[in-house]
């Protein structure tokens, strides 16, 4: 899993732009309004310095000087925090994707997230169905009962198609699922190995193409360090006095962060969705990348994507040899 995350998100997505440095932002901005707030304002912050604002003092005493190298030292240090989350941000997505280990206690616990997520599914699924309208619905009330039943069933055939098939295939987290999910979906419909056809077909793609999944990779990492960053504003809760205080900033972050996994999990799946629609308009670029045979019916495509896969893989059995067919250059 961590290979997948790692082979179809972080190649393609930009380590940073400037709609990630809004989180990074704010988290540095309300550790600094808290701090502040305690000292009584910006005109008492160095009356009684903290331990973390006593060298930051010391530096703003020396006048103008002071005042440009504190200015080029707070920069610094968020430059260098954005830095540090970009590095971050690729292994807390493995994490999200549900690499977790195989201690006893993390594989009783996948155990369990996996099998929530199975009966999620399964519920999807029986929502997916056609419903029986109630009989006692009159003309009117049937066809609004039809449009929202229709909304309902729309929506939880696509959450449903985000999850693999097989039981085998299930992860315990709807990251993972809708990663193992694509992977699964493209090899089920055209033979491909999504982790061995990925990067060549990445590089056949045209400028267009390429950057519009570059977009959506970037959004699935940017959510990702947005998660970082409300998780990490959780420790300015050390700075605040009382429990109560300390209570309310950690629920009000446990809030921020629930939103923001949920940003992540729909980013995620729109980002599969287009991973999708990729191959199914540009497949043939692939074919003709590499000089296999495309497929001529509908019914060769699953056959055809396995011969490529075994291609670009190097497992094809000994002896056994398939022909190149080059596109003609101008």
């Known amino acids: 899993m961590g290979d997948l995350v790692k082979g179809m998100v972080e190649p393609l997505a930009k380590r940073w732009t400037a709609s990630m440095s809004g989180p990074l932002l704010l988290l540095w901005l309300s550790g600094a309004l808290i701090h502040l707030h305690q000292r009584g304002g910006p005109g008492h912050a160095c009356v009684k310095p903290g331990y973390l604002a006593k060298a930051g003092c ?58 929530r997520h199975a009966r999620r599914r399964a519920a999807l699924d029986a929502r997916s169905r056609e419903a029986v309208p109630p009989s006692h619905y009159g003309p009117e009330a049937l066809v609004t009962w039809q449009a929202q ?76 360090q947005a998660l970082i960053c409300v998780l990490a504003a959780a420790a300015w809760a050390l700075l605040l006095p009382g429990f109560v205080a300390k ?50 019916t509908t019914t060769d495509e699953p056959r055809s994507g396995t011969v490529l896969t075994d291609a670009l893989a190097m497992r094809l059995a000994p002896g056994e040899s398939r022909p190149f067919r080059w596109p003609e250059t101008p």
Do not use: K
């Open 58 to 115: 010391q530096v703003a005493q020396q006048g103008a000087p002071g005042a440009a190298v504190l200015a080029a030292a707070l920069v610094a240090a968020v430059l260098l925090s954005g830095v540090a989350l970009s590095a971050v941000a690729s292994p807390v997505l493995e994490v999200l994707a549900g690499r977790w280990g195989t201690s006893a206690p993390v594989v009783a616990y996948a155990r369990h997230r996996t099998a």
């Open 149 to 224: 039943s229709a909304w309902r069933r729309d929506r939880a055939l696509r959450s449903w198609s985000h999850y693999p098939r097989r039981a085998a295939d299930m992860r315990p987290t709807s990251v993972g699922n809708a990663l193992v999910g694509v992977c699964e979906q493209i090899r089920r419909d055209y033979g491909f190995d999504l982790p061995v056809c990925w990067g060549p077909f990445v590089e056949c793609l045209d400028t267009a193409a390429r950057d519009r999944l570059m977009a959506s990779a970037t959004r699935v990492l940017g959510r990702t």
């Open 247 to 296: 209570a309310l900033w950690v629920a009000l972050c446990a809030a921020c962060a629930w939103g923001a996994h949920r940003a992540l999990c729909t980013g995620t799946e729109a980002y599969c969705a287009h991973v999708c629609d990729a191959f199914t308009v540009h497949r043939i670029r692939l074919y003709r990348a590499t000089g296999i045979e495309p497929p001529a």
